[in-house]
């Protein structure tokens, strides 16, 4: 009951920065927040927008199979938002654009500009749903189980909360909300990793020394090209990731998109892109502690490794305060990943499929549809059941941005034109010849691909342009 009544409290706050934000709110405000967001705010509460519910509870984790080596990616990172801040922000901030899709109608033409626009709602619906089944599966395993609420009575009403906070304001609430659910989320974390550090009786200084000795603290590795830790396997797959699910994701460059002007925009995301670094190094850091301090209790280390974070947080080895903040801090998460990708979807859908920006009825209708699909999808996942189904959504989920990234690269890079019908079908080819070389280099070649098949996607898209492309010029980006 503790648990609920402080999600609740959580909540009303939520609700309280939502009325203060969106009074006499209309589209531009939903859409673009008027392009007055301070850019400091959006970088803060970018990183919150960033850790998902799926990311609180398994980057711990790692380190007892990839020990640190996460953090080679994170690195990576911080070069991806530099590409992003200085090659496709000037192109959003010149051409004034409300969802980034409507690039690819003026320099490669309407097809490409609809097939885009739909691999980002069918990625990212896919996706924000995943994500949020599982952070809901949690609650209800841990809290709502024990007074027998029902799993879809527990989905709809976390999803009417995200509705009814950004249903008038949109982006521009999610600006301040964001922020301050980041707050929430690192202020959680640090508490925990306090709390964790005493229980095994160190100070902090010793709780630091002894994770930068623990063998679990390995962060490169150099050795062994075939491993899907291999350091430029990482760093440059960071680098990608980032360029496409950051600088090519309409939710994650919708905010960007809000402050005043270009230059603040790229400040935002330089800053965002260090920051993003530390806040993983606390999560791994947490990983290893709670890894010392079962094995000082004679605690068997689960297979999963998400059950580390889990088992004691949510499971309550850590003690009751600990619980309560674990749950504060992940429906922060999950609250700050969702309520962004239902109000990026939403300015996609009216934007790139309806082309009705200016439509405040077609908005709120949209908006409420979009809340009840991100329901059904999360019930049709809860009816599966099955850890290798979801794997194998996640998987597909991650090829719908290859095409992004070739359709980007193809229009910023080349002056060619294309023939505009051909392009859905080659879109749809790359991501399923990745899967085939995927398929075949497991078993031929004892090579498994990690996130390079994302660059290897983005490839075989740009391939695919360029040889069904017209001969003449295209038009200018």
Known sequence: MIIILSILVYFLLLLGLSWLTSRKADNRDF????????????AFGMIGAS???????????????????????????????????????PVYYRLRLTSIYTYLQGRLGARSYTTGASFFLIGK?????????????????????????????????????IWLYTRRGGIRTLVW??????????????????????????SLSEAVSAVAHDARSRIFVFDDWRSTQNFWKQFLSGVFIVVVMTGLDQDMMQKNLTCRTLREAQKDLCSYGFAFLPANLLLLALGVLLALLAQRWGIALPENTDELMLDFTAGGRLGPVVTVLFSIGIVAACFSSA????????????VDLFRSPDDEALRKRTHVII???????????????????????????????????????????????????????????????????????????????????????????????????????????
Not at 31 to 42: E, K, L, T
């Open 31 to 42: 859409f673009s927040a008027r392009h007055s967001s301070p850019w400091a705010m959006v």
């Open 339 to 350: 309520d962004s990708a239902l109000t990026a979807l939403t300015t996609s859908v009216c």
């Open 371 to 477: 809340a009840l699909v991100f329901i059904a999808f999360i019930l049709v996942f809860a009816r599966l059941n099955s850890t290798s189904l979801l794997q194998a959504v996640l998987m597909l989920v991650g090829y719908t941005y290859g095409p992004l990234l070739g359709l980007f690269a193809y229009g910023l890079f080349t002056r060619r034109g294309v023939r505009d019908r051909w392009v859905p079908y080659v879109c749809v080819a790359s991501p399923l010849l990745c899967l085939a070389a995927d398929l075949l280099a497991r078993r031929y070649l004892d090579y498994q691909f990690g996130y390079e098949l994302l660059m290897l996607n983005g490839a075989l898209t740009f391939v695919g342009l360029w040889l069904t492309a017209e001969r003449r010029a295209g038009r200018n980006a």
């Open 177 to 202: 909300t964001d922020s301050f659910q980041t707050l929430c989320i690192l202020a959680t974390l640090v508490l925990i990793i306090l709390s964790a550090t005493q229980a095994l009786g160190m």
């Open 125 to 161: 619906m896919t996706g924000s749903a995943v994500k949020f089944y599982v952070v809901c599966m949690i609650l209800q395993r841990f809290v709502l189980d024990a007074y027998h609420v029902p799993f879809a009575v527990t989905v709809s009403l976390l999803v009417l909360l």
């Open 51 to 89: 850790i998902s519910g799926v990311t609180f509870v398994s980057v711990p984790g790692m380190v007892l199979s990839v020990q640190m080596t996460y953090l080679q990616m994170c690195m990576g990172y911080i070069l991806g938002y530099f590409a992003v801040a200085f090659v496709l922000l």
